[in-house]
């Protein structure tokens, strides 16, 4: 009995138990952080030139006292906090924007454009908030050191570039992440969501966000003349029965209870009304969660390909060529369960119980879960952060109107509320992480 009381004491006392929501000053702190988050909307850099961006991150960062590294895997910048013994947190921000030309009516909207690869000018907008997740990233990294007091180990501040592009994550970790920093025992990001309220975040254990591939099919023919259809064989038909079979992947040969999308975004072929090509170009993004299920889809796909070209009477150096592009691949994102519970509770404490929603897993995909991938096998954890300033979220509800979502011109979150938010629950996340 007496034991059994000495043991409860002992949990009572242990951090765990303990482990109270940071009393954070933000009223103090937030008019510079929106500061930062209207400079940072109004100067998005795209993909691989988020060179500016990373300098404002890494100055931040210097300033609240980190030890800042820049030009990591592009410029990608790494801060790091030492605080005792104890494990090392890494918290990532993405920094890159997207070719959209901001159409949300706001005072503080992006008026960027560059001039493309191709000659042409476009517009650079935030369009998927990363400028959200930076303002809260480096919100959060003030509050973490300011509470010091509260946690103990190491403070990792990871800002990626080139998210959108599939390629930061692999590029900062290739360039030594994990060696020449400290290795995290605990990752984790936010990523803003245009479907859940501002105020309130979500989450989900397990898998949250789909593995992405790009890939190119080459279908061969013999062209000829468009009255003479006999004469050749027609690579426009060829492709035509590809997509139409590629149908049947998902829906016949993998298993229903394994989320699984073959989309064929791109067909291009043929260059006038009366010549039949010799060539048919395919472009396609495959998602899937199960990594068996993505080298099942690929392995479908080259067999339907082949057998549709062989079945055309084609000879067999004219197979339709499958281009798989590894370099751009993206697995999924897992949510580490037990991680995601540490984290969802201390969410809870920190903004409210009915203020953290479970969610679905999507098809979308995110670099973020390459963390998770690498041989020291850590545990990472992805929420979402509600952007959604709350009467266009309730109108939307009463008249059944879509919202605009992520990557959307109009994609305009409620920063005032989303900030505080995001500071709030990253910073007591971090906070259950090290105390655990
Ligand atoms: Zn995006
Ligand atoms: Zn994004």
Same mark, same amino acid.
């Given at each position: 009995?007496?034991?059994?009381?000495?043991?409860?004491?002992?949990?009572?006392?242990?951090?765990?138990?303990?482990?109270?929501?940071?009393?954070?000053?933000?009223?103090?702190?937030?008019?510079?952080?929106?500061?930062?988050?209207?400079?940072?909307?109004?100067?998005?850099?795209?993909?691989?030139?988020?060179?500016?961006?990373?300098?404002?991150?890494?100055?931040?960062?210097?300033?609240?006292?980190?030890?800042?590294?820049?030009?990591?895997?592009?410029?990608?910048?790494?801060?790091? =906090?030492?605080?005792?013994?104890?494990?090392?947190?890494?918290?990532?921000?993405?920094?890159?924007?997207?070719?959209?030309?901001?159409?949300?009516?706001?005072?503080?909207?992006?008026?960027?454009?560059?001039?493309?690869?191709?000659?042409?000018?476009?517009?650079?907008?935030?369009?998927?908030?990363?400028?959200?997740?930076?303002?809260?990233?480096?919100?959060?990294?003030?509050?973490?050191?300011?509470?010091?007091?509260?946690?103990?180990?190491?403070?990792?501040?990871?800002?990626?570039?080139?998210?959108?592009?599939?390629?930061?994550?692999?590029?900062?970790?290739?360039?030594?992440?994990?060696?020449?920093?400290?290795?995290?025992?605990?990752?984790?990001?936010?990523?803003?969501?245009?479907?859940?309220?501002?105020?309130?975040?979500?989450?989900?254990?397990?898998?949250?966000?789909?593995?992405?591939?790009?890939?190119?099919?080459?279908?061969?023919?013999?062209?000829?003349?468009?009255?003479?259809?006999?004469?050749?064989?027609? $690579?426009?038909?060829?492709?035509?029965?590809?997509?139409?079979?590629?149908?049947?992947?998902?829906?016949?040969?993998?298993?229903?209870?394994?989320?699984?999308?073959?989309?064929?975004?791109?067909?291009?072929?043929?260059?006038?009304?009366?010549?039949?090509?010799?060539?048919?170009?395919?472009?396609?993004?495959?998602?899937?969660?199960?990594?068996?299920?993505?080298?099942?889809?690929?392995?479908?796909?080259?067999?339907?390909?082949?057998?549709?070209?062989?079945?055309?009477?084609?000879?067999?150096?004219?197979?339709?060529?499958?281009?798989?592009?590894?370099?751009?691949?993206?697995?999924?994102? =897992?949510?580490?369960?037990?991680?995601?519970?540490?984290?969802?509770?201390?969410?809870?404490?920190?903004?409210?119980?009915?203020?953290?929603?479970?969610?679905?897993?999507?098809?979308?995909?995110?670099?973020?879960?390459?963390?998770?991938?690498?041989?020291?096998?850590?545990?990472?954890?992805?929420?979402?952060?509600?952007?959604?300033?709350?009467?266009? =979220?309730?109108?939307?509800?009463?008249?059944?109107?879509?919202? $605009?979502?992520?990557?959307?011109?109009?994609?305009?979150?409620?920063?005032?509320?989303?900030?505080?938010?995001?500071?709030?629950?990253?910073?007591?996340?971090?906070?259950?992480?090290?105390?655990?």
């Amino acid at each position: 009995m007496k034991f059994h009381k000495i043991y409860a004491a002992l949990l009572f006392i242990s951090p765990i138990a303990c482990a109270k929501t940071l009393d954070l000053n933000l009223d103090k702190t937030m008019p510079a952080i929106e500061k930062f988050y209207l400079d940072l909307h109004q100067s998005p850099e795209l993909s691989y030139h988020e060179q500016q961006t990373g300098q404002k991150i890494a100055r931040q960062l210097k300033q609240i006292g980190f030890d800042v590294t820049s030009n990591i895997g592009g410029f990608g910048v790494v801060g790091i =906090y030492e605080n005792g013994d104890g494990p090392t947190v890494m918290i990532r921000t993405d920094t890159d924007g997207l070719p959209i030309i901001e159409q949300t009516g706001k005072s503080y909207a992006s008026n960027v454009t560059i001039t493309n690869d191709e000659g042409a000018t476009v517009g650079v907008m935030h369009g998927c908030g990363h400028d959200i997740h930076m303002s809260s990233f480096i919100g959060t990294a003030q509050q973490l050191v300011q509470h010091k007091d509260s946690w103990q180990g190491t403070l990792m501040m990871v800002a990626q570039p080139a998210e959108e592009v599939g390629g930061g994550a692999k590029a900062m970790l290739k360039e030594g992440l994990f060696s020449k920093f400290p290795t995290p025992d605990h990752v984790i990001a936010l990523h803003v969501s245009a479907s859940v309220p501002a105020g309130k975040v979500s989450m989900k254990n397990e898998y949250t966000m789909a593995s992405v591939d790009s890939v190119d099919i080459t279908v061969k023919g013999k062209g000829g003349h468009g009255a003479y259809p006999h004469t050749t064989i027609d $690579p426009v038909v060829i492709a035509s029965r590809i997509v139409l079979a590629l149908q049947t992947v998902t829906s016949r040969e993998l298993s229903p209870l394994e989320p699984s999308v073959i989309t064929v975004g791109s067909i291009h072929g043929g260059s006038k009304h009366n010549v039949i090509s010799d060539e048919v170009k395919l472009q396609l993004t495959l998602r899937s969660y199960n990594p068996e299920v993505r080298l099942q889809q690929i392995a479908a796909i080259k067999r339907i390909s082949q057998g549709i070209a062989l079945s055309a009477g084609l000879d067999k150096s004219l197979m339709p060529e499958v281009y798989v592009h590894e370099d751009e691949s993206i697995p999924s994102t =897992y949510n580490n369960p037990e991680q995601t519970n540490i984290v969802r509770n201390a969410i809870s404490s920190a903004i409210g119980k009915d203020n953290v929603l479970e969610t679905q897993a999507v098809m979308a995909g995110e670099d973020f879960g390459l963390y998770g991938r690498t041989e020291q096998n850590i545990p990472i954890t992805l929420f979402w952060l509600g952007g959604v300033e709350k009467s266009q =979220y309730i109108a939307a509800q009463k008249s059944g109107q879509t919202l $605009p979502s992520l990557h959307s011109s109009k994609f305009a979150p409620d920063y005032k509320v989303a900030l505080p938010t995001g500071i709030k629950a990253m910073s007591n996340a971090a906070v259950a992480l090290f105390n655990n």
